[in-house]
């Protein structure tokens, strides 16, 4: 069976990501931020890990990239999970009676425009969406509800008080699949590639790479650039391209590494979109 760490306890949006992607039959590794997560990783309590990179509403969770570099870790895959958010409490609970919701920032802002028509209701922010569903069902807690998804509220016994109250109803994460070794994947069945650099500062510098990928027919999909800590006003860009030809990723990879500084391929893996 095969050990998979996830950020948050089952219930979570990371265990349906596991879920779709590995099948029921794993072993989840619970960890309740993505520091924990990687550290898991890296110290063989997981063969595996799942970790959420970017929201359509939220962007780029900017510092999971600054650990998937740090740590030297491989993107082995991504898939695209459509975000629903249910408010759950104990049975026989309306939202009359709730009077406190607990859950992780992201959902809470993702869900603002519902809690508009509820002001009664006090937000308060916490570590993990499932993570609260459970202390409610632990502690049998009257008058508090989570923001989670439905099956939270299975796992967990509880009653969805509102469906889908997310503000944005066409809302996805994009999720990568972390490794410590370098991935398995046939060069047949690659068409997306994630690629981190450091570039001079000299003009033009970033705008040359851009065309080499172009020229290359790569298709960038994603860049985003990351302060260099230790460097003041030195910055590192992440980004993602897709193509068609593996040949022509070849070339492109070959021109922007003599290019670039600090260059690492961070995965090479089929595009979770198509």
């Known amino acids: 069976m095969k050990k998979i760490a996830i950020q948050g306890i089952q219930g979570s949006n990371h265990h349906i990501v ?4 590995y099948g029921e039959n794993i072993d989840l590794h619970e960890c309740l931020s993505f520091d924990v997560l990687v ?18 509403i939220a962007g780029s969770i900017i510092p999971n990239y600054a650990l998937i570099d740090k740590y030297n870790l491989h993107i082995s895959g991504e898939y695209y999970l459509s975000i629903h958010h249910h408010l759950m409490a104990l049975p026989d609970q309306r939202i009359e009676d709730i009077t406190e919701v607990c859950s992780h920032p ?8 519902f809690f508009k ?13 499932s993570a609260v569903a ?7 807690l009257k008058g508090v509800a989570a923001i989670a998804p439905k099956m939270a509220a299975d796992i967990f016994n509880l009653s969805v008080i509102e469906d889908e109250i997310q503000t944005i109803k066409n809302n996805a994460t ?11 994947n046939g060069k ?53 391209v897709t193509f068609e030809k593996y ?11 003599i290019m670039a500084e600090e260059f690492k391929i961070l995965g090479e893996y089929k595009n979770g979109r198509l």
């Not at 994009?174 to 398995?184: D, E, Y």
């Open 117 to 129: 028509q509820h002001k009664h209701i006090k937000l308060v922010e916490d570590v993990d969406t």
């Open 174 to 184: 994009r999720f990568v699949f972390l490794q410590r070794s370098l991935p398995k």
């Open 134 to 140: 459970k202390r409610i069902a632990d502690q049998q």
């Open 18 to 21: 596991a879920n779709n992607y």
């Open 247 to 257: 040949e022509d990723y070849e070339k492109a990879k070959a021109i922007i590494q």
């Open 188 to 240: 047949s069945e690659i068409n997306k590639a994630s690629l981190k650099f450091e570039l001079n500062h000299k003009r033009g510098s970033l705008a040359t790479v851009l065309n080499v990928m172009s020229d290359c027919k790569l298709n960038l999909t994603k860049i985003q650039s990351l302060p260099k800590i230790e460097t003041p006003w030195k910055y590192s860009f992440f980004v993602d």
């Open 106 to 113: 992201m959902a809470l802002l993702q869900c603002k425009d």
């Open 39 to 56: 550290d898991s990783l890296i110290n063989s309590r997981s063969e595996q890990a799942i970790m959420a990179l970017e929201n359509t």
